[in-house]
């Protein structure tokens, strides 16, 4: 499929980059599975005059026929659920399930979103005036550079694009290397759906080539990246040359904290499958589990029943629960974790090691740690892969300082009965997401995002299309 598409400019499929050629990795086997044309800067040059063309044809396209589009795109996308579900599988590794899961929830985005363009809401204010009033519109920001991680190829992607041309923004995605060929079915899907050529491009190559192009143009208004806070931190260094509007979503080590009155087997029933979905590559999922004295040995012999009954292997098996990580630089660091966990005397309660006899991939056993102090990377660190670090703790005040404690404040989540502590911990926790006895964070209809190092700006439910919009004052006197 990487040499039916290849990279999208100006309303056309390219089969060649300047670049060369980039391959694409199957991480359940380390093997290639295909190439893709690498673009060069002069490519991305050509994506950003072609997206200067687009917007001005679509930010003057009426609201109502940009949302007719957002859903033929998204019936576009229904039609390839299970292309788009292989491909997500083979490129990143997560079950079929997942995968699935994953484009329903891509396809949600441009539901809502087209919805939301037919909403942009402006208002009138009284002036002071003599026969005056005061307008307050909203106008798209101008093109958008939409930067986004491998873990969640599909949705990562719908996060940006959806709201962006709903807002009336021309789009230039630069997904990650490891992951093409899921962001070349989204635009494909855009394409049939009939969004204007320039409208959407698709860029995909090395840093070097495809970074300094988008962050160095004046015609580029803003960025909106999913990555690590180091990249994000970078990039909103590189935004200010040009003063570009930045949504960052970044790095996250969510803590959960397990009260001593909670449904103990219907947390466990729910973490565990959360905890390990996508390899833990999530930047939402538990990392830190803090458990009440009285329930810790039990959640600890619960978690790692469950942890280790998992079924690892290749996600196109569909009775695989738990894939590879996503290369080989992700093991080391998982590795790295759980050695730095033994230096400071914690106990591998299950896992913690590549699977015995797998020699190809990059697989990693559930891992359940404890007996771990706070300054163990499993507890003070984003760790992203499948390592569950679990500590009792005795009194409220002590779980909420430790979750609140460090750089992140993207998610956390709350176990109990009491409907007097649920709503205490909401106020209590930092962080830009809280779950209470619930981990379903992600949905088109809920601003997604954090505080803190964990980033600014929100993606989705109402708020998300804002970010995407210059706020406009017209004071008209008559």
Known sequence: MYDTFGLFIDGAWRAEGGEGRLDVVDPATGEAIGSVPAASAADVEEAIAAAEGGLKLWRATPAWTRADTLHAAADAMRARTEEAARRITLETGK?????RREWALSLDQFRWHAEEARRIYGRIVESRAPGGRIE???EPVGVVAAFTAWNFPAVLIARKVAPALAAGCSVIVRPSREVP???????????????PKGVVNL????AGTTYGPLMASPAVRKISLTGSTAVGQQ???DAAATLKRVSMELGGNAPMILFGDADLEAALDLVVPTKFANAGQVCVTPDRFYVQEELHDRFVAGFVRRAAALRLGHGLDEATQMGPLINQRRVDAIEAVVADAQKHGGRIETGGRRPPGQNKGFFFEPTVLSGLPDAALALAAENFGPIAAVTPFSTADEAYARANAGEFGLSAYVFTRDPARMREAVGRIESGM?????????AAEAPFGGIKAS????????????DFLNVKLAQVVV
């Open 95 to 99: 079950p079929l399930a997942q995968a």
């Open 136 to 138: 307050v519109l909203h």
């Open 181 to 195: 060929g899921t962001a070349m079915l989204i635009v494909e899907c855009l394409r049939e759906a009939g969004v």
């Open 203 to 206: 860029v995909i190559g090395p």
């Open 235 to 237: 990039m909103i260094r």
């Open 434 to 442: 809280v779950g209470i006895n619930s981990f379903a964070l992600a």
């Open 455 to 466: 980033g600014m700006g929100r993606e989705g439910g109402s708020e998300g299309i804002l």
